[in-house]
């Protein structure tokens, strides 16, 4: 996979079930075991981010999810 720095990474992708206003939604996510030296990321859009209208708000610290009509 290759992010940002357009480097290949090494990846892992796990079937998980997160809980989004309550409701559980079924992913796929993708993890990089060298992340953590980096800060925080969100690997891929595809499987959740496209299923709604997000609005980062970092300077409060927010994520507002809205479901796609």
């Given amino acids: 996979m290759c992010g940002i720095t357009g480097a290949l990474e090494p990846h ?11 409701w559980p939604h ?6 990089l075991p060298g992340i953590a ?7 891929g859009q ?3 981010f496209d299923l709604f209208v997000v609005k980062f ?3 409060k610290e927010e994520i507002e999810l809205k479901e796609k009509k």
């Avoid at 892992?12 to 309550?22: D, E, K, M, Q, S």
């Avoid at 079924?26 to 993890?31: M, R, Y």
């Avoid at 030296?37 to 690997?43: H, I």
């Fill in 57 to 59: 708000d970092y300077k």
């Fill in 26 to 31: 079924k992913i796929k996510a993708g993890f």
């Fill in 46 to 48: 595809v499987g959740f």
């Fill in 12 to 22: 892992y992708i796990y079937p998980i079930i997160i809980r989004v206003g309550g």
């Fill in 37 to 43: 030296k980096m800060g925080y990321g969100v690997l």
